[in-house]
């Protein structure tokens, strides 16, 4: 029950906060979406990255195990 009263209380105060200060909510927005869209592509990058390189390794590994079965079939 607290932590809901806790919680309307934040949220008025909050939107009070909105009202109040828009003009300069919208000036730390427009600084900010540039930087969030930089850190954000560079997130992405790097997940495409690391995606690619476990491709990579699985397909090598996949041959690997392939070529192990072929040696194994050929000793027998």
């Not at 540039?34 to 491709?55: F, H, N, Q, R, Y």
């Not at 699985?58 to 050929?74: F, G, I, M, R, V």
């Amino acid at each position: 029950m607290l932590s809901i009263i806790g919680g309307l209380v934040f949220l008025v105060v909050g939107l009070l906060g909105v009202i109040v200060w828009s003009g300069d909510l919208w000036i730390v927005l427009k600084g900010s979406l540039p930087l969030m869209a930089v850190l954000g592509g560079l997130v992405a990058v790097a997940a495409g990255i690391s995606s690619v390189k476990d491709e990579r390794a699985a397909k090598k590994e996949e041959e690997e195990s392939k070529s192990e079965e072929k040696t194994d079939t050929n000793s027998e």
